[in-house]
């Protein structure tokens, strides 16, 4: 009778033995799950992020080719502000003309010259051309299209004037082959045109 109840207790021990194992099993399943799951979470989220990753750099890329493109130097202009001649009398003080060269982004001067009506500069500089200058669009402004130079006249008790301007279109000129000549100012106001503005001997 005692061996009988030893045997059961025996039974017993092994029935709680293999619910031991059953919860192990159990655990460790429900473990690589949860792994797998974290996996594929992983595999989703860096898979989307190399997405945007993608997309981002394209997005770039464009922004980088289309400014390239916009910014691109094509070549280079070579001016040669020469003379002026025939320039008005200022009318309040002596007139001491320099020029301003602007094309695109670019701005360039040669010297001020005291007192002189038919300054004498022969001052050469070399401009970048952009692609952008010379295609028809958005940016293709007067500043854009137009080699601009302008004769101002130097003021030392209030701001300078403007004795007039000459604007020569990027499009006319021809590569290789040097343009000289002499230009008339033009009035930087209606008014103006009732007096002697003077020329401009540009080379470009």
Known sequence: GGGGGGGGGGGGGGGGGGGARVVLEV????GLVARLLFLYIHYVLWTMTQDDVHRESLRIQDNMAQHKEEAMVVGTLTVKVSRA???PHSKTDTTDPYAEITCGEEKLYCKTLFDQLNPVWDEEFCLYVQSCQLVHTERSTERFANL???IIDADRLSSDD????VSIPLSSLQSGVAQAGWHR??????AGDAYQQGQVHVSA
């Not at 403007?162 to 301007?165: F, I, S």
Request: charged content about 15%; aromatic content about 0%; glycine content about 4%.
């Open 27 to 30: 655990i460790t399943l429900i």
């Open 85 to 87: 001649r025939d320039l």
């Open 185 to 190: 100012l033009q009035s930087p106001t209606a």
């Open 162 to 165: 403007l004795v007039g301007h």
């Open 148 to 150: 601009k130079v302008s």
